[in-house]
């Protein structure tokens, strides 16, 4: 597993899963052109940019080349990393058919040669933190999920935050862990 610190960003779910296979930090879908309507989004992709860095990974054909210019803009060169993934045709197991241009997407890479993208770029594995991290029993003990008033407590945090309120959990805690010490996450949820 590859622990970076910069935020991924992808075109869909599939190939959020299929990076969740080795590497482990906050992977942001677009949803495809969907970004292009979802102002909160690209602002988020943009706060990840200034505060972290992002690395974008969309796939090889037109479609992943407009998305990845239109998230880049407005966005420093030194805050992006790009990845570009080879022209291999064939298609992902999981369709019917190829793309419109018959090439493998994200998804349909292997493992290996997307960590060795990774790599490539001078994308090394974050030093091991000292300080104990967020979790989901962390959550579940502060009332931000699975308690009668999760939802409304998850979202103040949000706002507090100055997060979407799209953000998933999973997320969530991506971001606090790599934002925040968990004695500062504590400490700001007792505030709520």
Do not use: W
Request: hydrophobic letters at 35%; a positive charge; glycine letters at 8%.
């Amino acid at each position: 597993m590859l622990k970076i610190k910069e935020a991924v960003i992808v075109e869909g779910r599939y190939d959020k899963i299929k990076l969740s296979n080795f590497l482990d930090t906050l992977i942001i879908e677009t949803n495809g052109f969907g970004i292009y309507k979802d102002k909160e989004k690209l602002k988020f992709i943009r706060r990840l940019a200034e505060e972290r860095g992002i690395v974008i990974l969309t796939d090889s054909d037109h479609s992943g080349f407009q998305i990845r210019n239109y998230v880049a803009a407005g966005i420093p060169r030194e805050r992006i990393k790009h990845i570009y993934i080879p022209d291999i045709t064939g298609k992902e197991k999981r369709k019917a058919q190829p793309s419109k241009e018959g090439k493998l997407g994200v998804e349909g890479m292997s493992d290996e040669l997307l960590l060795n993208l990774f790599k490539n770029i001078g994308i090394e594995p974050e030093q091991a933190e000292k300080s104990q991290q967020v979790t989901n029993y962390d959550l579940l003990e502060l009332g931000l999920s699975g308690a009668p008033n999760a939802k409304e407590n998850k979202k103040k945090l949000l706002k507090k935050l100055n997060l979407p309120e799209f953000l998933s959990t999973s997320s969530l805690l991506s971001y606090i862990n790599g934002a925040m010490t968990r004695e500062c996450f504590i400490k700001l949820c007792s505030e709520l």
